[in-house]
């Protein structure tokens, strides 16, 4: 990871230009073109799914951890909840929530060690799903409906109602600038976000694997 003077960059400068390359290779992984392009089975859509329910409970119980936090408070907000969405998309879809795959228990025991008690870790997390589903994910949810045939039910997890993605996004990089985190915590924000990717990477490279 490359980083820029910080003396010299806001820190959502310096997070966007030295996990670009691990931004990309997430989204260059490949399964998830397959399912935008309709080439995978409806249950390979399900299993993406279940294995963001079980991230996504780990993240959510985190911010009712974080909530009151000075530092990382600021960054939980309720309407990106994504479990109720989650759930019931996988009713819609009868899917039955078993266990999750050994890269996604990986990813979630990660958030359990950094994100429910420093911010730093919690924030890094937060940043890396939900500014990635108000990014890339608003492409990607109209076009699993389209190839699934899912009106309106079934693709709730990318529905944000009353979020406008690109002023949040906006906003939220505002918010990062004005996170009162030390010199080393930025550091330690900026190399989770890069952790973040990675396991986000190992996720998709499993599901691939298991439907290629």
Same mark, same amino acid.
């Given at each position: ?41 409806? $249950?390979?859509? @399900? +299993? &993406? %799914? ?6 996504? /409970?780990? *993240? ?24 109720? $969405?989650?759930? @019931? +998309? &996988? %009713? ?6 078993? /266990?999750? *795959? ?111």
């Amino acid at each position: 990871m490359t980083l820029a003077d910080p003396a010299t960059e806001p820190l959502s400068v310096r997070l966007r230009t030295g996990t670009r390359p691990d931004h990309d290779a997430a989204q260059g992984s490949g399964f998830l073109d397959r399912l935008a392009a309709g080439d995978l089975p409806r $249950a390979a859509y @399900a +299993d &993406l %799914a279940t294995q963001h329910y079980f991230i996504y /409970e780990t *993240l959510e119980q985190a911010a009712a951890a974080m909530a009151a936090d000075p530092v990382a408070g600021r960054f939980v907000f309720p309407e990106l909840t994504r479990l109720p $969405a989650l759930t @019931a +998309d &996988l %009713a819609h879809l009868a899917v039955e929530v078993k /266990e999750p *795959l050994p890269a996604t228990e990986e990813y979630c025991e990660r958030m359990r060690e950094v994100a429910f008690d420093e911010p730093w870790g919690f924030v890094a997390h937060h940043y890396t799903r939900y500014l990635g589903d108000l990014s890339g994910g608003q492409y990607l949810g109209p076009a699993i409906a389209r190839a699934y045939g899912l009106d309106g039910a079934g693709h709730q997890f990318f529905v944000f109602d009353g979020i406008e993605p690109p002023a949040f996004r906006t906003g939220y990089r505002e918010l990062l600038d004005g996170a009162a985190f030390s010199p080393e915590d930025e550091e330690r924000f900026l190399a989770e976000v890069v952790e973040a990717y990675r396991l986000n990477i190992a996720v998709l490279a499993e599901l691939k694997e298991r439907w290629s």
